[in-house]
């Protein structure tokens, strides 16, 4: 009997340890078949006004020394939001704030998902 609870101990520790691995502040990451869909959008549909380098246009640059220093939480809402009164167009509709965090996380990063050659 002692040792059946030990045990169950030890699993409600795991899963209290694989649930907390969502640590705060870091995003969940999307599934490949929506990393492939946010580089797409990333290159054809940011890139339309951000340059397809990210390197601005009608929009500012989103590289790594753009963004450096800026709260991710505020790039992340004006990817969700986007900055009315200007061009930057919500994007809340086609995806979550986690796949937003993770644009963000990547481009702070200098590590934009590149879409694949063959398009998606
Ligand atoms: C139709 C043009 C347009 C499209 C499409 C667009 N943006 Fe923007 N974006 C802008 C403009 C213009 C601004 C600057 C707004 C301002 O003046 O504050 C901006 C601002 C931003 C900012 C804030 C940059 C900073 O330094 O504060 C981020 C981040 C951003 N856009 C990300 C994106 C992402 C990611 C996408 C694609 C999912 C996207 N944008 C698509 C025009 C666009």
């Not at 340890?17 to 990451?29: H, I, S, T, V």
Request: aromatic share 4%; hydrophobic share 40%; charged share 15%.
């Amino acid at each position: 009997m002692r040792n059946h609870i030990a045990w169950r101990r030890a699993a409600l520790a795991g899963l209290a340890a694989a649930l907390l691995g969502a640590a705060p502040g870091a995003a969940a990451q999307p599934t490949a078949a929506r990393q492939a869909q946010l580089a797409h959008w990333l290159r054809d549909d940011c890139g339309a006004c951000h340059g397809m380098t990210l390197g601005g246009g009608l929009g500012p640059p989103l590289t790594r020394e753009a963004l450096s220093g800026k709260p991710p939480e505020g790039l992340v809402a004006t990817v969700l939001y986007g900055r009315p009164g200007t061009a930057m167009p919500p994007w809340q509709p086609f995806m979550t704030q986690d796949e937003a965090q993770w644009l963000i996380d990547r481009l702070q990063a200098g590590k934009p998902p590149a879409a694949s050659p063959q398009g998606n």
